[in-house]
């Protein structure tokens, strides 16, 4: 079957987006935890294409690195905005040889999936098509460019809103931006397009005429119109948040968790969490999270660059940060944070504490108030608390110190050397009590008071 034909990617990410009021350009910006251009690559990697190009703007060039998916991409830089026509040339010493197809697809759509991609390519291959476009029937067509069919139901133009007659202006069948051509075909149609239009750009659009009066077969495949929503403000970035949101947690749901309040709960693309964990409202996930089975996780919560076992309990109000590994049948309670450490199984630290930097035992407990103090102002110090250790309520551990197995700290410590395992420390101060001592110093401060007020009244 024609299916099998190589498929090679162009992703245009030139555009500035000045209605994003932004100093980055509009593909770099993220919705849940990822830039829409690494959306758009996501989705595409699943076709896996042969090539893949993507064509920035010069001021795309500072934010490339680091971006997942572009690993295997080539990039080509549309130094002057003249158009998608001209945006898509950009890639021809890149493509102009490629076999088979290539897809050409905008970077500002993130909602754009593997699976809808698939269709659109396997029916244009099928149909053996030369040029294809996606289209959409809408009541509102707006800025869109309106699509013209033959008889036949086959394209014969797409007119641009801004070059319409109001004939055209009526026509309620959109172009909804996604291009599928022979490769060849691409580029050698490319080349006889000019800027002769309303807006002096090169659309590519202007290929769909070009094919039909070259005799080739064009194609239009209706494709759903919400997949395609861009983002070009502000606003429509929220809203294709809320979109991912939805579909991120649905997935979760599916796979077996439970979110009481699901609308509150804000997720990341890459957030994994296992079954029949129960998630309450209000949580927080960022890039690098995953979670075990069973576990509950608590009102208010924060987790960004954590990994956490089985059957733990977190919250509510407690802040994992990059590097924190629980280990199964922890419990961190509320009002606590905790930072590059690792909790071995069944160790508590169940209120307002701070761990960073540290290695804590099995079944070690936290009282409420600790504090490993691991900054001192220009080094970042380990501390190492032994399995069944008992930290009593407010004390400072001040790293690099090491608790050993099973020793007890007495409430209310500072801890500045390392204690052997089994003992048992204190630093706090001796306890002075002096009975009646209280009445007689009120006594005196008010005979005090007494004797400044008679002064100012004379
Ligand atoms: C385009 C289509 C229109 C279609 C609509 C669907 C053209 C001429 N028109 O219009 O038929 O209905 O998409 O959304 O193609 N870009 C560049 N470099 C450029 C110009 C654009 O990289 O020089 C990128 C933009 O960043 C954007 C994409 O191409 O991501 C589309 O450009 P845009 O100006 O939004 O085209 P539309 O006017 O929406
Ligand atoms: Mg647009």
């Given at each position: 079957m024609t299916s099998s034909l190589p498929l090679n990617v162009v992703i245009l990410a030139a555009g500035k987006g000045t209605r994003m009021k932004s100093?980055?350009?509009?593909?770099?910006?993220?919705?849940?935890?990822?830039?829409?251009?690494?959306?758009?690559?996501?989705?595409?990697?699943?076709?896996?294409?042969?090539?893949?190009?993507?064509?920035?703007?010069?001021?795309?060039?500072?934010?490339?690195?680091?971006?997942?998916?572009?690993?295997?991409?080539?990039?080509?830089?549309?130094?002057?905005?003249?158009?998608t026509g001209h945006a898509v040339m950009q890639a021809q010493d890149a493509l102009r040889d490629a076999l088979g197809y290539t897809l050409v697809l905008y970077a500002d759509t993130?909602?754009?999936?593997?699976?809808?991609?698939?269709?659109?390519?396997d029916d244009t291959m099928a149909d053996d098509a030369d040029v294809a476009m996606t289209v959409f029937e809408t009541d509102h067509p707006a800025r869109y460019g309106r699509v013209i069919l033959d008889p036949g139901n086959r394209p014969t133009a797409i007119?641009?809103?801004?070059?319409?007659?109001?004939?055209?202006?009526?026509?309620?069948?959109?172009?909804?931006?996604?291009?599928?051509?022979?490769?060849?075909?691409?580029?050698?149609l490319l080349a006889q397009t000019d800027d002769k239009n309303a807006a002096g750009e090169f659309y590519i659009t202007?290929?769909?005429?070009?094919?039909?009066?070259?005799?080739?077969?064009?194609?239009?495949?209706?494709?759903?119109?919400?997949?395609?929503?861009?983002?070009?403000?502000?606003?429509?970035?929220?809203?294709?948040?809320?979109?991912?949101?939805?579909r991120l947690r649905s997935a979760l749901m599916d796979a077996g968790v439970t979110m009481t309040a699901p609308e509150t709960v804000t997720l990341c693309h890459d957030t994994r969490i296992g079954q029949d964990t129960v998630i309450e409202p209000n949580v927080f996930f960022g890039p690098g999270v995953t979670v075990g089975t069973k576990c509950r996780l608590r009102a208010g919560s924060y987790f960004e660059g954590a990994q956490v076992g089985e059957e733990v309990i977190v919250g509510p109000m407690?802040?994992?940060?990059?590097?924190t590994v629980l280990d199964d049948a922890v419990k961190v309670g509320n009002f606590v944070e905790i930072?590059?450490?690792?909790?071995?199984?069944?160790?508590?630290?169940?209120?307002?504490?701070?761990?960073?930097?540290?290695?804590?035992?099995a079944k070690a407990n936290l009282g409420a108030g600790t504090i490993t103090c691991n900054y001192d102002g220009v080094n970042?110090?380990?501390?190492?608390?032994?399995?069944?250790?008992?930290?009593?309520?407010?004390?400072?551990?001040?790293?690099?110190?090491?608790?050993g197995d099973g020793a007890l700290v007495g409430a209310g410590s500072t801890i500045t050397e390392d204690i052997p395992a089994d003992a048992i420390v204190t630093t706090r101060g001796t306890t002075k009590i002096k009975p009646g001592a209280a009445e007689r110093y009120r006594e005196r401060l008010r005979s005090i008071k007494a004797r400044k007020d008679a002064s100012s009244k004379r």
């Open positions: 100093a980055v350009p509009k593909v770099f910006h993220a919705a849940a935890g990822r830039s829409l251009l690494e959306w758009v690559l996501a989705a595409v990697e699943g076709l896996a294409p042969e090539r893949l190009h993507v064509v920035i703007g010069p001021e795309g060039e500072d934010h490339l690195a680091g971006l997942s998916g572009m690993e295997r991409a080539t990039v080509s830089v549309q130094h002057e905005r003249k158009g993130p909602l754009v999936t593997t699976q809808a991609l698939r269709a659109f390519v007119i641009e809103a801004k070059d319409a007659t109001p004939e055209q202006l009526a026509v309620r069948l959109c172009n909804g931006g996604l291009m599928l051509a022979r490769s060849t075909v691409l580029f050698d202007d290929i769909v005429s070009l094919a039909r009066a070259a005799n080739l077969r064009t194609r239009a495949s209706v494709f759903d119109q919400s997949l395609l929503a861009g983002v070009n403000s502000r606003a429509e970035l929220a809203a294709v948040e809320g979109v991912l949101q939805t407690a802040r994992l940060r990059e590097g930072k590059k450490a690792h909790l071995a199984p069944g160790a508590k630290a169940p209120h307002l504490t701070y761990v960073g930097d540290a290695e804590v035992g970042k110090h380990q501390t190492v608390i032994g399995a069944g250790a008992f930290i009593g309520s407010n004390s400072a551990l001040v790293a690099p110190v090491s608790i």
